[in-house]
């Protein structure tokens, strides 16, 4: 199983980006859905994560209001849309995978993604 995310990019404070992770190799059909960030010199952390049929999504206080995940599990596909971006959003982002149970944290997760870079200048 492969997870390739993409979208990242450099944006100003308080504007948007749309992050995008693809997997290939298995359905995803029965995965609980996430998405990460380490920034640099800190523990990498929890976003947000969304059950497998959609239903349900979890976001880490920071990003609550401002972020949405989202999945289209026709198109193997996870989203991440942030919005209202501060200079503190800025890390790399990862896409996780865990099969059938929720996403609580890293611990537990199945597969990791390649992160793409998010850069917010103030």
């Known amino acids: 199983v492969q997870l390739q995310a993409s979208g990242g990019g450099l944006v100003q404070a308080g504007g948007s980006l749309g992050l995008s992770c693809a997997v290939s190799g298995r359905s995803i059909s029965n995965y609980n859905m996430g998405w990460f960030r380490r920034a640099p010199g800190k523990e990498r952390e929890f976003v947000a994560s969304?059950?497998?049929?959609?239903?349900?999504?979890r976001y880490a206080d920071s990003v609550k209001g401002r972020f949405n995940i989202s999945r289209d599990n026709a198109k193997n596909s996870v989203y991440l849309q942030m919005d209202s971006l501060k200079p503190e959003d800025a890390a790399v982002y990862y896409c996780?995978?865990?099969?059938?149970?929720?996403?609580?944290?890293?611990?537990?997760?199945?597969?990791w993604g390649r992160g793409t870079l998010v850069t917010v200048s103030s």
């Open positions: 969304i059950s497998s049929g959609g239903s349900s999504t």
């Open positions: 996780a995978a865990r099969l059938l149970r929720a996403i609580l944290g890293a611990r537990g997760v199945d597969y």
